[in-house]
Every structure is written in C-alpha cells, then in structure tokens.
C-alpha cells in the first residue's frame, strides 16, 4: 500500500513522514527538492504467534510505503504542496493520501486554525480534479465533432460521466461520495482523480492539550464523510521513534500513554482504505497478505502469483483463532473447522488460507 503525505507548510508534515519511517527513508533527488520514500511493516502479533507455532525461515509482515513530497517552491501562491506538475503522478497513483492537520500553537504561526486548514487542502485537491476533468471534457467535446457515428454512443457514455462527476465536484461532493454506476467509475478509472482516494486526516496535535476530531470541527457533511481520522504528536512520535523499543516503551510509560500513536495511524490507513490480512503459514515462511475487504478468493490467490488465479482449483480456509486453538491445520480438519472454498468465497481477516492450484 502506499500513502502520499500531504499537508501545509509548518504542519509538520516531514516530522509525521519521520516518525512513521523511524527515519528508515530514501530520497529521490530533482530540482525541486528530494522526494523522502520510506517502507515500514504492519505490526501483526498474530504473524509472532504463528512464527512460534510453525519455526518458520522467515516471516513477512505486510508493508506501507509512505511518501513525503517537498513542499512547494516559494513563488507558488498555493500554501499546499505541489498538487501538479512533476510529482502529481505521485499523488495519482498512491493508494490514499493522509493529510496532516496542525492542531498545535506554535510561537510563529500562532494559534491553529484546523477546520480552515483542513477545508483549504480538501478544496485543493478537488480544484485538481475538477482541472483535469475540465480538460477531459473538452477533449470529448473535439472528439465528438470527429467521431463516425457508429462510435459516438461509447464516446458520448463516457463523455457523460465525465460531465456527471465534474458537476457533482462543483457541488463540494468528492469523487468517493459521488452516486456513480460502475460503468461511469470504470469511465472515470483512468484519470485517477485524487478526491477518489480513501483520505485520512492526521491530526498533528501537541504534547499536551485537546486533540480535534472530525465530529467536533464545522465541516459539511459531504465534506466529512468517509475521512478516515487519527491523532497524533508528531514531534514526540519523531522523537520516540529514534529511541530503541525498551527506551520508547520507558517514556510512554512515564507520560502515560496506551500505545503508539504510529500504529493507531497504520490501523486507521487500513481501515480506511478497506484492507484486510489473510496469512499463509507453512515451514519456508509465515506471512501476510494485505488484500481489499471481502475479495474473492480467486483474486486472493492471484496476490501470492498470478498462476495461481489460472490453476486455481480451491482455497483450504482456517480462521487464525481456531488454528491457535486446535495447535495445526490437521487437527482443525478433524474437528471440521477447516473448510474448503470456492473461487467467489470473500476473504476475511485472520483467514489462514492454502490454495490448491493446478499450474
């Protein structure tokens, strides 16, 4: 999964991109600054479990690529980051953008002003779909003029939808919340505009004080549904990610905190985008498999390698839980909580699955 950051100057954009990477991160150079690139794993206690269970040579936890975009240059007279131009491909083609909101007040800036903030990012990035559904639309109105008319209906269809979407954007409703059929979202595929992503707002707030949320801030409806949300001290999680596990435990303990304000974000990302683990065991490796809610088992099987998807023959399906309790897959047959399942079962999380294949 990968997630673009995207937040306004002094937000502390970079310190949440430093905190979730532990400063594990990459750059890629250009002229307009490094982009900052940095993988990290999603801790899953149960792959720890397993792992104790099977001895295997190796475990493989699920990951997310985060990736941090330089701000844009002084001249912009947007105060958001580049939204165009050379890092917009960037934008497209992550699978959710987490916008950082500063909810902290800060000597310089003063005090925050999170619902403005927050409205300003959500309008730039539907200002970036509307410009490019805007000339999506007039390439359709030239190419209908030239169409023979065999042709037109499938042009004007798409054409349509186009249309459809650019008014409903006008309206203040993100492409996501838009009542679209499938066949105009599959028109409007290609483009992928980035009101279309799954959005998290991370809410960057400081070492002490009321953390905002979504529910508290005077946003429309259409502008706040399906917004993932978390909190978070971006600062002190860019700090304690420096330390080594026993330290950090050791400070979050004396301030007081449950847990890591790092993995509420990892959850909240997978919960938002709608993904779920199913995981594989066996003696070579142990490991998770990020997958859409509810994919059909055949597409499952097609994450592992695409020859499974054509020699698929059927999935053996145990839940995590009841192949803890029965200690192997062999006793969880003999007690019939092993099942077999077809190409159109819906994966779940925690299904251990071994597909059956024929390649």
Known sequence: MDIAIVGLPQSGKTATFNALTSGHATTEGGSAGPVQVGVVKVVDQRLSVLGQMYHPRKVVYAEIKFWD???????????????????????????????????????????????????????????????????????????????????????????????????????????????????????????????????IIAFNTGESGDAPSLSGLELSADMAEGLGEVQLCARLEEDLALMSDDEAEEFRDALGIAESAIERVKQVCYDTVGLVSFLTVGDDEVRAWPVPQGIPALDAAGTIHTDFTRGFIRAEVIHYDDLVRCGSVAQGRKEGVLRSEGKTYPVKDGDVINFLVNV
């Open 69 to 199: 975009l330089p701000p844009a240059p002084a001249e912009k007279t947007q105060r958001n980051q580049v939204l165009s131009g050379r890092h917009r491909n960037i934008l497209q083609g992550a699978d959710s953008l987490l916008l950082v909101v500063r909810a902290f007040e800060d000597d310089l800036q003063g005090e925050a002003h999170v619902a403005g903030d927050l409205s300003e990012m959500l309008n730039e990035l539907a200002l970036a779909d509307l410009e490019t559904l805007e000339r999506a639309e007039a390439r359709f109105t030239d190419a209908l003029k030239k169409t023979r008319p065999a042709e037109r209906p499938a042009v004007q269809s798409q054409a349509d939808a186009v249309h459809k979407a650019k008014g409903a954007l006008e309206s203040g409703v993100r492409m996501r919340q838009q009542d679209l059929t499938v066949s105009e979202r599959a028109a409007l595929t290609d483009y992928q505009l980035l009101t279309d992503k799954p959005i």
